[in-house]
């Protein structure tokens, strides 16, 4: 991991408003919903390379990344892609969150030019296979994210699917519409979670 970068205070997650009941339940629980790793975007996440291990230890190592939990954020509201990709051209809105998570769980993604290399296991088979989901490659670097990795519980409950949060503002741009406008301004005082236009990102 990158150890030079300032730890950042805040993070943002960005959303669409096509799937409105998402955007209450957010702001209704202070929760966002965490996912495995077959379910992101990137056909690539999670893959390694390794060399002479043996089938039973690449079974543990899938085993074990299909236990992760992955709540996925960026750390720069003025990124152009983002609201592009997620917030439907900037239609929707960056909701951001305090980062008060427990840094042994979470850290920016390290992006690297080549997939992981996995070379060695640890003794006993005490197998980390949270530095393989912090790893992407390169071409992914624009999204300046950030993580937060959860292990699984063996008896998974739907709301083990979530992390608690702390809103403290959400962002909306010019682009918005005036009834999603309205929709997101009876959140607003419903529960008491502060909005604003965001007018520094370049339209």
Request: hydrophobic share 35%; net charge positive; with cysteine.
């Amino acid at each position: 991991m990158e150890a030079q970068q300032k730890w950042p205070s805040k993070l943002y997650k960005f959303k669409s408003f096509a799937q409105p009941q998402q955007i209450i339940d957010i702001f209704e629980n202070s929760h966002i919903y965490c996912s495995k790793f077959q379910e992101l975007n990137d056909p690539m996440e999670g893959v390694f390379v390794h060399y002479g291990l043996k089938n039973c230890i690449v079974d543990e190592l899938y085993k074990a990344k299909n236990k992760r939990l992955i709540a996925c954020f960026t750390t720069c509201i003025q990124n152009e892609a983002m609201w592009a990709y997620y917030a439907d051209s900037a239609r929707g809105i960056a909701i951001e969150i305090e980062n008060n998570f427990d840094n042994s769980k979470s850290n920016y993604v390290n992006y690297q030019s080549n997939i992981s290399e996995i070379n060695q296991i640890i003794h006993n088979y005490l197998i980390d296979v949270n530095p393989i989901l912090f790893n992407k490659l390169s071409s992914f670097s624009h999204e300046n994210e950030f993580r937060v990795i959860n292990k699984v519980q063996d008896s998974l409950k739907p709301d083990n699917r979530f992390i608690n949060v702390k809103i403290s503002k959400v962002f909306y741009t010019n682009r918005i519409t005036q009834s999603n406008k309205k929709f997101l301004e009876k959140l607003s005082k419903l529960y008491e979670i502060k909005i604003e236009e965001h007018k520094h990102l370049k339209l």
